[in-house]
């Protein structure tokens, strides 16, 4: 099962299911379900997976339908368009979960720790920020006006229930400020929270649409003035640790709630001289949950 959340002008958010190239709004504002968070809040109550409770409210009563294309459009409040998929009261992220990227950062610092962290029993695991630091489909990243080298970081995520199970997957963008973990790894926060550092969408999809989630190709483009000068694929397979090993780290003395995000590592490292710009536009693939778009900002002291 496939969903998304999506605006619609004089009425709000919505909810849709996706059924081939449409969307249908399925958002039950009258049995307290107005976004994605309070279907998996209820399926969780009701000891359901998501896709069984969509299934058992859905009703045969007459719905709005809009075509995909028709919502993957810039925000516009007078317009239809996507919006983040889920609103996650936490967003936290795992680091050099594939050696590609222990390799990287070990070569940047020309030190062990990533080494280590890629290699030893306990991940690195950070918090990436909330709801407030996450934008979703055609929603403009961010890079931070101290920084030279800020680059996308392509990850499939999880969506966790409230007892840290996956409830659903997504794309994440954990947008980074590599040359400021560069200089200094305690500089990670400054590096990964700011604005617009994390990207989430188009769709959230229940574990049926990914029957194997460790053989999952993801694609990263990064366009500038209508070109393509960065492109790359990764898998999934690559991955040394488990979902479950990522999960059980991040809940230990550490209560997550529910429709919360795990980023799971990046596998696609993108080079200096491609660093993002302004105006650039990053696709980030992963069928089947889509193509999470967005155009880059460099903020300014002023905004």
Known sequence: MKLVQFWRPNVGYRV????????????????????????????????????????????????????????????????????????????????????????????????????????????EIFFKGGVSRCVGPNQPIGIRRDSTFTAPEPELALVLGHRGEIIAYTIANDVSAWDIERDNPLYLPQSKVFRGACALGPSIVTPDELPNPYEVDIHCRITRGGEIIFQESSNTSRLKRTFEELIDYLLRDNPVPGASVLCTGT????????????????????????????????WGSTQ
């Not at 795992?94 to 050696?99: D, F, M, P």
């Not at 200096?272 to 992963?286: H, K, R, S």
């Open 267 to 298: 596998g696609i490292i993108v080079p200096q001289e491609c660093a993002l710009q302004d105006g650039d536009v990053v696709e980030i693939e992963i069928p089947p949950i889509g193509v999470l778009r967005n155009p880059v900002k460099k």
């Open 16 to 123: 849709g299911l996706v059924r081939s190239e449409n969307v249908i709004d399925i958002t039950m504002p009258e049995m307290g379900l107005k976004s994605t968070n309070d279907f998996i809040e209820n399926a969780t109550a009701g000891g359901l997976s998501l896709a069984e409770f969509v299934e058992r409210v859905l009703n045969a009563q007459p719905r709005a339908v809009y075509s995909w294309s028709e919502l993957d459009t810039p925000r516009d409040l007078y317009a239809p368009h996507f919006a983040l998929p889920v609103l996650p009261p936490e967003v936290w992220a795992a680091g050099v979960t594939y050696k590609r990227s222990a390799e990287f950062r070990t070569g940047e610092t020309q030190e062990t720790i990533y080494d280590r962290a890629h290699f030893e029993a306990r991940p």
